[in-house]
């Protein structure tokens, strides 16, 4: 059974960063056809945020491009997401999320409907 352990997150203030971690357990991290995170809080709709391939193609939604990063360490089986220039909206539930479909091409679209995914982080920012 694929697992993906989150890590990391937390609170900052507006304009400060973060880094958030996800390490694929049982599952070589570049079997996973797109990887990346979602984010949501209960009642609320469900947002691809960032997503990278096995090729190592990236997409992000717009309300994040150009300040957060997507990136992958295949020697530590992992995948980080750099969060820099916070705003007080990207308070939410972060989810590391993977899907193995080859009939849908790997974005933020997606991942929102993902085979497998981690226990969730929070993410807090002030203002």
């Known amino acids: 059974q694929v697992r993906l352990v989150e890590s990391g997150g937390g609170s900052a203030q507006a304009g400060g960063a973060l880094r958030l971690s996800c390490e694929a357990v049982?599952?070589?991290?570049?079997?996973?056809?797109?990887i990346g995170w979602f984010r949501q809080t209960p009642g609320k709709e469900r947002e691809g945020v960032a997503t990278?391939?096995?090729?190592?193609?990236?997409d992000y939604a717009d309300s994040v491009k150009g300040r957060f990063t997507i990136s992958r360490d295949n020697a530590n089986n992992s995948i980080y997401l750099d969060m820099t220039g916070l705003q007080p909206q990207d308070t939410n539930v972060y989810f590391c999320?993977?899907?193995?479909?080859?009939?849908?091409?790997?974005?933020?679209?997606?991942?929102?409907?993902?085979?497998?995914r981690g226990q969730g982080t929070q993410v807090t920012v002030s203002s």
């Open positions: 990278i391939d096995r090729r190592g193609a990236t």
């Open positions: 049982s599952i070589y991290i570049l079997n996973i056809m797109c």
């Open positions: 999320a993977g899907h193995s479909s080859t009939s849908v091409a790997c974005g933020v679209k997606s991942i929102r409907t993902p085979n497998y």
